[in-house]
C-alpha cells in the first residue's frame, strides 16, 4: 500500500511539474552558440485542428545565414508550420510542406539585428500575411483548404526535419528569441501593431507571458537584451 502512495504522489507530482506555467515578460531564451541540440519544446495545448492562426516572435541576431524562428511539427509534416530566416531581408514561410517567399523592404528591417516578425494564414482564402517590425507585406496564398495538424511538437532554436528532431547546426539559432505569442486566428492590423508593442491580446494559444515549456542543452533564460528597445 505504502508503494502505491508513494508511486500516487509521485506521478501527481510530476503532473503537476509539467503542468507549470511561468511568466516570461522581459526575458528571452539565449541560444549562445550553434548546435544541434539545444532547443525549448513548448507544450501548449492546441484543443483543435488549425484553420486560422497568427504567430508573433521576437528574435535578436547576428545571423546572416538560416535560421528556424518558429518550428511546428506534426506526425503528418515536419513543416506543418515553419517561419523561416532564409537570408538578409528574406523570410520563408511553410505550410504542410509548402512554401512561399516574403521579401522584406530594408527600410522594414532592423536585419541582422533585432526583429519582431509575425505570419497569419487562413484556410478559407489561403492567404499568408508577414509583417515586420509593425510592417506588413504583399499577401501571399497557399494551402487554401488546407488544415493544421493539433499534434503538434512546437520548437525554438532548431528546424524540425522530422517529428521533434532532425536537427542540423547550420539552421539552429545563435542569439535569442523572446515575446513568442500565438492565436488560433488571424489577427488585424492593428493587432499586429499592438503585439509588436508587446501590449496584451486575448485567447492565446501560445503566451509568452504563461509559457509551459522544457529547454533541452545549452539554452538560458535570461532578462531580454530587447526590452529597452520596445515601444510603448
Not at 535578436?60 to 508550420?81: G, V
Not at 511553410?94 to 527600410?107: D, L, R, T
Not at 499534434?151 to 513568442?180: P, R, W
Request: aromatic residues 12%.
Amino acid at each position: 500500500m505504502r508503494k502505491m502512495l508513494l508511486s500516487l504522489l509521485l506521478l501527481l507530482a510530476s503532473l503537476v511539474g509539467s503542468l507549470a506555467l511561468e511568466d516570461l515578460d522581459r526575458k528571452a531564451f539565449v541560444f549562445p552558440v550553434a548546435t544541434n541540440t539545444a532547443h525549448v519544446v513548448l507544450t501548449p495545448t492546441i484543443p483543435h485542428p488549425l484553420t486560422n492562426f497568427t504567430v508573433c516572435v521576437r528574435v535578436y541576431t547576428e545571423l546572416t545565414r538560416t535560421y528556424s524562428l518558429f518550428s511546428y511539427a506534426s506526425k503528418r509534416d515536419a513543416n506543418e508550420i515553419l517561419l523561416y530566416f532564409e537570408k538578409p531581408y528574406q523570410y520563408s514561410f511553410w505550410m504542410g510542406g509548402q512554401s512561399v517567399i516574403f521579401k522584406v523592404p530594408q527600410k522594414f528591417s532592423n536585419s541582422p539585428g533585432g526583429e519582431h516578425v509575425c505570419t497569419s494564414w487562413e484556410s478559407a482564402t489561403g492567404l499568408v500575411e508577414l509583417w515586420v517590425n509593425g510592417q506588413p507585406l504583399v499577401r501571399k496564398s497557399l494551402r487554401k483548404g488546407y488544415s493544421v495538424s493539433a499534434e503538434a511538437s512546437i520548437i525554438l532554436g532548431q528546424e524540425q526535419d522530422s517529428y521533434g528532431g532532425g536537427f542540423d547546426i547550420n539552421q539552429s539559432l545563435v542569439g535569442e528569441i523572446t515575446d513568442v505569442y500565438m492565436w488560433d486566428r488571424v489577427l488585424s492590423p492593428d493587432e499586429v501593431v499592438f503585439a509588436w508593442h508587446n501590449y496584451p491580446l486575448p485567447n492565446y494559444l501560445i503566451d509568452w507571458k504563461s509559457l509551459s515549456y522544457d529547454i533541452i542543452g545549452d539554452v538560458i533564460a535570461k532578462p531580454a537584451l530587447l526590452s529597452a528597445q520596445r515601444a510603448g
